[in-house]
């Protein structure tokens, strides 16, 4: 088990989930229409699992800036809480998974 820490150090590194918002939809009819719609929208669809679909799309976070989150420590708590591992859409870009 990673401790909090070593957390805060690999999320400063990585940023990917600042970079990203992603959201998922209920696959209703032919996987063809969601594909469609990421590509006129900009949109990158990731996965399909058991009858979902996970799309993400490039939006930087308003704190995010070179140097980092602009405000790391008092970050809200839904990213605080927020694990990249555990989320379809983002789970090939959090650096969590290389240190567990």
């Known amino acids: 088990m990673i401790g909090d820490r070593e957390k805060s ?3 400063l590194q990585c940023l990917e989930c600042c970079r990203y918002v992603s959201f998922s939809l209920p696959l209703a009819g032919d996987l063809k229409i969601y594909e469609e ?3 006129v929208r900009d949109l990158e669809l990731v996965a399909v699992k058991k009858g979902v679909v996970y ?3 490039e939006k930087h976070c308003k704190y995010l800036t070179v140097a980092g989150c602009r405000i790391y420590d008092q970050r809200p708590m839904a990213c605080r809480m927020y694990d990249g591992r555990k989320d ?3 789970a090939d870009k959090c650096m969590w998974k290389e240190i567990e």
């Open 9 to 11: 150090a690999v999320c």
């Open 37 to 39: 719609f990421c590509r």
């Open 55 to 57: 799309i993400r799309v």
């Open 88 to 90: 379809a859409a983002m």
